[in-house]
């Protein structure tokens, strides 16, 4: 919910971003969205690789706390080589970990349960999403972008903490297993 909602602030309005801040075109700003979804794909071939080497529930926090560096290069940098750079990679990173966190989210609930367990993912992450778009617009014509990256940022942050904090030290501390990679 938290990812949901943070995404759901920025991420709609990236193609706005893209134009107010820098200028671009359409044709470019079209561009930039096809090279990001050719990077997210890759992203996601890589993302087994990465969860065979560290478990899938550390691979997710791992990639969404690399990702929220160029959150703020795309937010702050002065270049628009540089927030292009970072649009690419934040995209790349996080939806790296979609995948990784749903199946461990289904390894998670009995048989029984995985459709229940989905369509709460998915409700969630739907409704947080759309609820933020609207805070978003809000924001956006009272402050601009200055308060859509911050709030982002934060809901990133927060996310992936709460999932180190339940998922990798507290499964370690219940199963007297090190809380290292090599757990």
């Known amino acids: 919910m938290i990812i949901g909602f ?3 602030v920025l991420v709609p309005f990236l193609n706005v971003y893209l134009r107010t801040r820098f200028g671009l075109s359409d044709v470019t700003i079209g561009f930039l969205f096809a090279f990001q979804s050719v990077f997210m794909a890759l992203a ?3 993302g087994p690789i990465v969860a065979d080497r560290l478990g ?3 691979a997710v926090v791992l990639v969404q706390f690399l990702s929220i560096p160029f959150l703020v290069l795309l937010g702050y940098a002065p270049f ?3 927030s292009a750079a970072g649009f690419l990679a934040r995209a790349s990173l996080m939806n790296m970990a979609n995948p990784l966190y749903t199946a461990f989210a289904m390894d998670s609930v009995s048989t029984e349960r995985r459709p ?3 369509a709460l993912m998915q409700m969630s992450w739907q409704g947080t999403r759309g609820a933020s778009a609207l805070v978003s ?3 956006q014509e009272t402050a601009g972008f200055s308060a859509i990256f ?3 940022i934060g809901c990133y942050l927060l996310a992936s903490s709460l999932i ?3 998922f990798v030290r507290g499964s370690a501390e219940t199963s007297g297993e090190p809380s290292g990679p090599a757990a």
Request: proline residues 4%.
């Open 6 to 8: 943070g995404a759901g």
């Open 44 to 46: 996601t071939l890589a």
């Open 56 to 58: 899938r529930i550390r």
């Open 80 to 82: 628009l080589s540089l």
């Open 116 to 118: 229940t367990a989905s």
């Open 137 to 139: 617009g809000q924001l």
């Open 150 to 152: 911050p709030i982002t």
């Open 164 to 166: 180190y904090t339940f």
